[in-house]
């Protein structure tokens, strides 16, 4: 049974920085992609960024420039350095790994609350 647990959320003011993490955890010996999705009252869950195992990266248009992703492959984490916070990035944060052991499955997290406040 494979498990995303995140870690790092919670209340900065604008301008600010946190740094979430997730990691997988269960009988897993290869991950392609990771990545984090977001998703804000009354909003469409939305991609933040994406990061294949060979560290290829990928943002939306919205925090390129203040937002990293990183990735661990012999932890099975990946990361999220966000910076330069703004109000609009509120909004829970989501992990997700995909290509677990060669599979089609999708695994997500359980969501972690970030909240910035103006």
């Known amino acids: 049974q494979v498990q995303l647990v995140e870690s790092g959320g919670g209340l900065v003011q604008a301008g600010g920085s946190l740094r979430l993490s997730c990691a997988a955890s269960?009988?897993?010996?290869?991950?392609?992609?990771m990545g984090w999705q977001r998703q804000a009252p009354g909003k469409q869950r939305e991609l933040v960024a994406t990061?294949?195992?060979?560290?290829?990266?990928n943002y939306a248009d919205s925090v390129k420039g203040r937002f990293t992703i990183s990735r661990d492959n012999a932890k099975n984490t990946v990361y999220l350095q966000m910076n330069s916070l703004k109000p609009e990035d509120t909004a829970v944060y989501y992990c997700?790994?995909?290509?677990?052991?060669?599979?089609?499955?999708?695994?997500w997290g359980q969501g972690t609350q970030v909240t910035v406040s103006s």
């Open positions: 997700y790994a995909g290509g677990i052991n060669y599979s089609g499955s999708i695994y």
């Open positions: 990061i294949t195992r060979g560290g290829s990266t």
């Open positions: 269960g009988s897993i010996f290869r991950i392609d992609d």
